[in-house]
């Protein structure tokens, strides 16, 4: 599965976010883009396009994030987001994903992250 990570570029999710996905089996079993990891260029639009799923940590409001998520949700690619526990994520994203996935550490994401794909995907 070719899976989209999007997140706000305010964040700098390397260690918490990056980190326990890649280091995961989940990075042996799918194909992940990770765009903030790389420079931005015209491509990032063709991942998502071509993405079968978008993981979206949405801890943190960004436009730009919001740009991604409004172009997969008119695509139909399935969006999930994921939230630190205690940030508070726009009540507006429940118009374009029914999957929320709160978690307290990267361990805890990266474990609910592979518990909804074996279940789900």
Not at 60 to 68: D, N, V, W, Y
Not at 89 to 114: M, N
Request: aromatic content about 10%.
């Amino acid at each position: 599965m070719r899976i989209y990570i999007s997140h706000s570029s305010d964040f700098s999710l390397g260690d918490t976010f990056y980190r326990p996905l890649k280091d995961s089996r989940l990075n042996t079993e799918h194909d992940f883009f990770l765009p903030h990891e790389n420079e931005i260029n015209p491509e990032t639009e063709d991942k998502l396009r071509n993405s079968d799923l978008v993981l979206a940590e949405v801890s943190k409001e960004s436009t730009r994030q919001g740009i991604e998520l409004g172009l997969a949700s008119s695509l139909g690619i399935p969006i999930v987001c994921a939230y630190k526990t205690g940030a508070d994520s726009p009540r507006s994203l429940g118009s374009i994903s029914k999957y929320f996935i709160e978690y307290s550490g990267a361990e805890d994401l990266a474990k609910q992250f592979t518990d909804f794909l074996g279940s789900n995907h």
